[in-house]
Nanobody, 124 residues
Framework: QVPLVESGGGLVQAGESLRLSCAAS????????MGWYRQAPEKQRELVAF???????NYGESVKGRFSISRDSAKNTVFLQMNSLKTEDTAVYYC??????????????????WGRGTLVTVSS
């Protein structure tokens, strides 16, 4: 197992910012591509962003230009900086880790490891 522990969720107003963190086991963090998914009430899970072991990034269409993913190898942590939040960003955000890039599909059905999730609520 690769324990992934998310933090940083909470309640914010539309237009504000929030940063999520995901701490991973240090022994294999460097070997894993890392990412974030989210699931809103009564909606399917969707890819938010992922970052490869070499630092390349990819974003879901709905968050491009507003969210930024990064990773800190010294802290074994991946971050999701969320700016200009909208009410439609309200969801449970899940940290994800995988050895293969192809596991980062649109819905994460083939994902290797998941965190337990952190709730982000954006009010109008």
């Amino acid at each position: 197992q690769v324990p992934l522990v998310e933090s940083g969720g909470g309640l914010v107003q539309a237009g504000e910012s929030l940063r999520l963190s995901c701490a991973a086991s240090g022994s294999i963090f460097s070997l894993m591509h890392m990412g974030w998914y989210r699931q809103a009430p009564e909606k399917q899970r969707e890819l938010v962003a992922f970052i490869t072991t070499s630092g390349s990034t990819n974003y879901g269409e709905s968050v491009k230009g507003r969210f930024s993913i990064s990773r800190d190898s010294a802290k074994n942590t991946v971050f999701l900086q969320m700016n200009s939040l909208k009410t439609e960003d309200t969801a449970v955000y899940y940290c994800a880790a995988a050895r293969l890039l192809r596991q980062f599909g649109p819905k994460g059905d083939a994902m290797g490891y998941w965190g337990r999730g952190t709730l982000v609520t954006v009010s109008s």
